[in-house]
T-cell receptor, first 109, second 113 residues
Framework: GESVGLHLPTLSVQEGDNSIINCAYS??????FIWYKQESGKGPQFIID?????DKRQGQRVTVLLNKTVKHLSLQIAATQPGDSAVYFC????????FGAGTRLTVKP | DAGVTQSPTHLIKTRGQQVTLRCSPK?????VSWYQQALGQGPQFIFQ???????QRGNFPDRFSGHQFPNYSSELNVNALLLGDSALYLC????????????FGPGTRLTVL
């Protein structure tokens, strides 16, 4: 079956640097994509979403890019802070929600 | 405004037992979805309830069942527990019957011995 996946399981960045977390999806019919942040002991927290009719969407310090040609999704975090350390999941939605395995982001002071 | 709440926080059961997990959605939300998250993995969709009916179901056996009440709260029941059912069970609520922007609860950590 088709699934959502991530390129890297871990990412370590210096505080203040920008972070880029990537995600590959394979269901070309998916029309809605979401990034979630999950801190230890908590449920996933919505960060930002994007619909398939868009290529880019910006939030506060975060940007999501969608490349439908290569079925790729990325999350950019500007000026990464220690509080950004968490596991980040991309998810695709058509009828249900399918999550990738996650990328652990570690921010070094 | 309370967010999504789940109970209990932690639960320990033995193989073959049955368990019921509970979820109260965010105020105003009418759709509840349940996920299973194994350690080190992303959440896996179990099923979604809307208007007290199961709308969609993921690839989970019939041992997993659920219910939604008129007040939109929901229960997840798992029968004949297996060791592999040990996981964090997450409830998420949303405003309509599409996945959309879901708000997740903190989860119930189930350990099967």
């Amino acid at each position: 079956g088709e699934s959502v996946g991530l390129h890297l399981p871990t990412l370590s960045v210096q505080e203040g640097d920008n972070s880029i977390i990537n995600c590959a999806y394979s269901n070309s019919a998916s029309d809605y994509f979401i990034w979630y942040k999950q801190e230890s002991g908590k449920g996933p927290q919505f960060i930002i979403d994007i619909r398939s009719n868009m290529d880019k969407r910006q939030g506060q310090r975060v940007t999501v890019l969608l490349n439908k040609t290569v079925k790729h999704l990325s999350l950019q975090i500007a000026a990464t802070q220690p509080g950004d350390s968490a596991v980040y999941f991309c998810a695709e939605s058509l009828n249900d929600m399918r999550f990738g395995a996650g990328t652990r982001l570690t921010v070094k002071p | 405004d309370a967010g999504v709440t789940q109970s209990p926080t932690h639960l320990i059961k033995t193989r073959g037992q049955q368990v019921t997990l509970r979820c109260s959605p965010k105020s105003g939300h009418d759709t509840v979805s349940w996920y299973q998250q194994a350690l080190g993995q992303g959440p896996q969709f179990i099923f979604q309830y809307y208007e007290e009916e199961e709308r969609q179901r993921g690839n989970f056996p019939d041992r997993f069942s659920g219910h939604q009440f008129p007040n939109y709260s929901s229960e997840l029941n798992v029968n004949a527990l297996l060791l592999g059912d040990s996981a964090l069970y997450l409830c998420a609520s949303s405003l309509d019957n599409r996945a959309g922007e879901q708000f997740f609860g903190p989860g119930t950590r189930l350990t099967v011995l």
